[in-house]
């Protein structure tokens, strides 16, 4: 396995601008629009200044108990006994707050000039430890990774360190110390639930259940990222929810514009007498319509603001996870699982349920006649309820939570599917997906099928398909999505029985099929249909479409964590990296066989930490660039037994499966990562 790196020449134009997003995300206060002081969290898990909140309206409530709204999302919360003072302070804030600072500082003081630490003698350092830590020049990082009690430690770039790509001072702070014996927080009281110290076990504690705050944090962790998942899908129910307003506004503006234009011609044909009665109901219809528009834009900014407090408590508690310690994530799990639990999808679609009193208007002309009849002649306006149907859970891609930027070695572990048209024979396998039961799922485009194994690559089912299937991914509520059958998502459940099926509407080309498919972090299905890539709620309501014809017709897609969108395009031998809107970010590689070239790219995956793997089909290889598409090196070649890698992923073990077109020692390889 090649491990080379070439020089990063191009840093500062690919480098994520990770410090000044914090600043204008994390770090001011929504009040006085100045760096936090005192940063207190709210239940609903806004931060805001000390100062800021005791100078509310409910200014009496600052110092003692009762009521206080949050100025975000005006929701009401209960203060202490003590006031705003005891409410929890935000220490991830205060953490970063001091992040940016010696990021600053040492961006001054110039990072490159910093000396090793580990050396006698004075030599510059090209590296940091995060873990001991240490500066270190070349020879000394290499040498650090070897022993045993340092080989699983961090170490990282000085360049990385200064553009902010890398935030070790987040997790390298001063341990937190108790505030009454000055000791270390070593141990968390399960009965009392907070951070103790060793001095408080033996005293006040001492009859109490206490662990590791590490063992204590990986269980709140689990049971964040458990409620996390909720909140998510309660954020895609909301964003569907918005969609069929919008669509239920857009249709009802044209009933009242057909319905106005129908009135109008009916009333033409009448005589004078009917004008006044033309006039009523027109009135009628306006009051109505003005009425319906009240209705509607009361239920979507309702709808409107629950989305954006769910993005809220997503990114907020996903920096927390991230980056906040066992202490600072103790300190504030109570709070945040209460309202996690109270954003989650179950409660939205209670939410969603109680909203379905949206009518329909109709208008039904009477025949000419006698001037008696010429109230009736001119029609009724009509209402009658819809039932706007309350949006299915919707899944998130399965990920395996692994990441390869540590991996020091990728071995063959076992090669499976010997090519053949059998049950447990391969022909063509294009992409595979791993499901929550760890079996892998693959397609077997000429051979029509879809093949699922076991994590041990023993054969499990055959699934037969009506086409040649393309791509596959698999969601964390038991479905399947395969392209490969003209411009169709295939949605199907675990077992292969078909649910459901989306149709990618706007094809700019006939007879294209679907291609690359994945899932964002919001539930949105990306697909390709040609040289287009479609962004889909998951009942397909169309999002967005981007691309053009420059773009090739194969391409294959995964997205990031930060809902990046990364499409590979094999005839121009390169990656595509667009942002969340859909805005084209940067892209990497071209054709050739050297380092960071490409030569007919197909699959991709990301891993944990946004590193890109990309099969390299024709160069016979799978390479690792980082999240900005710098190369890292080939962690697969033709020596480790590849002939046309066409896709792969990841397992919740830790092993790599490849599919690999044309082998004959197995068109699916798994390979385990040390």
């Known amino acids: 396995m090649n491990n080379r790196r070439p020089v990063r020449s191009d840093t500062e134009r690919m480098a994520s601008n990770i410090l000044s997003h914090i600043t204008e995300e994390f770090l001011v206060c929504q009040i006085c629009l100045e760096d936090y002081d005192r940063p207190k969290i709210l239940p609903c898990l806004h931060t805001f200044c000390q100062g800021c909140l005791e100078k509310l309206p409910a200014g009496k409530a600052a110092k003692g108990p009762g009521r206080i709204s949050c100025p975000t999302c005006r929701q009401s919360a209960t203060l202490p006994k003590d006031g705003v003072r005891a409410l929890k302070d935000n220490f991830l804030v205060t953490k970063l707050s001091d992040v940016m600072k010696q990021t600053s500082d040492s961006a001054q003081e110039g990072l490159g000039e910093a000396r090793c630490t580990t050396c006698e003698v004075d030599v510059y350092a090209t590296s940091y430890c995060v873990d001991c830590p240490d500066y270190l020049c070349q020879t000394c990082a290499t040498s650090h990774c070897r022993p045993k009690p340092t080989r699983s430690h961090r170490v990282v770039t000085l360049k990385d360190l200064k553009s902010g790509k890398v935030l070790v001072s987040a997790r390298t702070a001063e ?73 239920c506004g857009e249709k009802w503006e044209s009933q009242v514009e057909k319905m106005t234009k129908d009135i109008a011609r009916q009333a033409d044909a009448i005589i004078g007498t009917v004008q006044r009665l033309r006039d009523q109901r027109l009135a009628q219809v306006r009051s109505l319509h003005e009425a319906r528009q009240k209705q509607l834009a009361s239920a979507t900014n309702t709808a409107d603001t629950r989305l954006t407090q769910a993005r809220n408590t997503i990114q907020f508690v996903s920096h927390l996870l991230v980056n906040g310690n066992p202490v600072e994530l103790l300190n504030v799990a109570e709070g945040v699982k209460e309202e996690l639990l109270k954003q989650s999808d179950k409660n939205v679609r209670t939410h969603l349920s109680s909203t379905k009193s949206f009518k329909e208007l109709s208008y039904s002309p009477a025949s000419l006649g006698l001037e008696e009849e010429i109230a009736k002649l001119l029609g009724d306006l009509k209402q009658k309820d819809v039932d706007v149907e309350v949006p299915p859970v919707a899944g998130l891609q399965i990920r395996a ?119 964002d972090g919001l539930g949105r299905i990306v697909v ?135 082998s004959k020692n197995g068109r699916m390889k798994l390979f385990s990562l040390k």
């Not at 103790?196 to 689990?222: D, F, N, P, Q, S």
């Not at 949605?491 to 679907?514: F, Q, Y």
């Not at 990656?575 to 030569?599: A, C, E, N, R, T």
């Not at 024709?618 to 590849?642: A, C, K, M, Y």
Request: charged content about 25%; some cysteine; hydrophobic content about 35%.
């Open 175 to 247: 341990p937190s110390k108790c505030s009454i014996h000055k000791e270390v927080h070593k141990f968390y009281c399960e009965t009392c639930r907070q951070v103790i110290c060793l001095h408080c076990v033996v005293t006040t504690h001492k009859e109490h259940r206490y662990v590791e705050v590490e063992e204590a944090a990986g269980k709140e962790k689990c049971v964040m990222e458990g409620l996390l998942r909720g909140v998510k899908r309660g954020a895609i129910l909301h964003d569907i929810w918005l969609h069929e307003l919008r669509e």
């Open 401 to 519: 939570n692994a990441s390869l930027s540590h991996c020091k070695e990728v071995k063959l572990y076992k090669a499976i599917g010997k090519a053949g048209k059998e049950a447990g024979e391969f022909d063509s396998p294009l992409c595979i997906a791993i499901t929550g039961g760890q079996d892998v799922v693959a397609t077997d485009y000429r051979n029509k099928c879809l093949q699922v194994v076991d994590k041990e690559g023993g054969f499990k089912r055959k699934i037969d398909l009506g086409f040649q299937p393309e791509c596959v991914t698999a969601l964390d509520n038991g479905e399947l999505l395969v392209t490969g059958d003209g411009p169709k998502v295939h949605v199907m459940n675990s077992e292969g029985r078909g649910e459901r099926v989306i149709h990618v509407r706007n094809v700019a080309e006939k007879d294209t099929v679907g291609g690359g498919i994945a899932v």
């Open 528 to 662: 390709t249909v040609g040289w287009q890539v479609f962004v889909l709620l998951p009942n397909g309501t169309p999002v967005c479409e981007f691309g053009d014809r420059d773009f090739g017709y194969i391409l294959r897609v995964a997205t990031d964590s930060r809902n990046h969108v990364i499409v590979s395009d094999m005839r121009n031998n390169n990656v595509k990296v667009f942002d969340p809107d859909y805005g084209i970010l940067f892209k990497f590689g071209k054709h050739g066989s050297g380092d960071g070239q490409l030569d007919h790219p197909m699959g991709l995956y990301v891993d944990g930490d946004d590193n890109i793997i990309v099969c390299d089909s024709h160069n016979h290889r799978v390479s690792q660039f980082d999240r900005d598409g710098l190369f890292v090196r080939h962690l697969l070649t033709r020596e480790d037994g590849l002939h046309y890698p066409w896709g792969l992923t990841l397992m919740h073990d830790g092993k790599m499966v490849v599919c690999d077109m044309n």
